[in-house]
């Protein structure tokens, strides 16, 4: 578990980035928005790829999701 700050869903991942610099990349594509196969949830709901302002409050969790695909 890592502690961030951010008044939003978006500011709490540049903040993860900030503590984790590789991690940008990985999180966001050239533009600054969120890679298509990346899943936030905050206190377990799912954040949509255009929502990345919604507010979140001391003791939110927020969780990262990479997501599989194969066949």
Same mark, same amino acid.
């Given at each position: 578990?890592?502690?961030?700050?951010?008044?939003?869903? !978006?500011?709490?991942? #540049? =903040? #993860?980035?900030?503590?984790?610099?590789?991690?940008?990349?990985?999180?966001?594509?050239?533009? !600054?928005?969120?890679?298509?196969?990346? =899943?936030?949830?905050?206190? !377990?709901?799912?954040?949509?790829?255009?929502? #990345?302002?919604?507010?979140?409050?001391?003791?939110?969790?927020?969780?990262?999701?990479?997501? #599989?695909?194969? !066949?």
């Amino acid at each position: 578990m890592v502690e961030v700050t951010g008044n939003t869903t !978006g500011d709490c991942l #540049l =903040s #993860l980035n900030k503590h984790f610099p590789d991690m940008g990349n990985k999180i966001f594509n050239k533009g !600054g928005e969120l890679i298509d196969y990346v =899943s936030i949830y905050v206190n !377990g709901e799912f954040v949509n790829t255009d929502e #990345l302002t919604k507010p979140v409050h001391d003791g939110d969790e927020l969780h990262v999701f990479y997501l #599989l695909g194969g !066949g």
